[in-house]
């Protein structure tokens, strides 16, 4: 079974920026990215990249959010600049590959204004 373990979660006043890391166990060779869960929201895709590169982004993050992924280490990154209050949230990594999908356990992130 593949484990996602992520980190970079934090504390953030509005305009800062913060970097997510998501560690596999494995190889993997289908898509990692990221959801968010606000509380009283349902979860929402933040962003997703391809094992060729490949990126998808939330209209709400486009422009602020970087995702990318290295091959070599298993791991996806998430780049969050220009935060602002409404991107509070837990942050889980995800893999998918078919129909199966695995989770993170979840990062906190909060901006304040």
């Known amino acids: 079974q593949l484990r996602l373990v992520e980190s970079g979660g934090g504390l953030v006043q509005a305009g800062g920026s913060l970097r997510l890391t998501c560690a596999a166990s494995?190889?993997?060779?289908?898509?990692l990215g990221w959801y968010r869960q606000a509380p009283g929201k349902q979860r929402e895709l933040v962003a997703t990249?391809?094992?060729?590169?490949?990126?998808d982004y939330a209209d709400a993050v486009n422009g602020r959010f970087t995702i990318s992924r290295d091959t070599r280490e298993n791991t996806v990154y998430l780049q969050m600049n220009s935060l602002n209050p409404e991107d509070t949230a837990v942050y889980y990594c995800?893999?998918?590959?078919?129909?199966?999908?695995?989770w993170g356990q979840g990062t906190q992130v909060t901006v304040s204004s």
């Open positions: 494995r190889t993997f060779r289908g898509a």
């Open positions: 995800y893999a998918r590959l078919g129909i199966l999908t695995s």
């Open positions: 990249i391809s094992l060729a590169g490949n990126t």
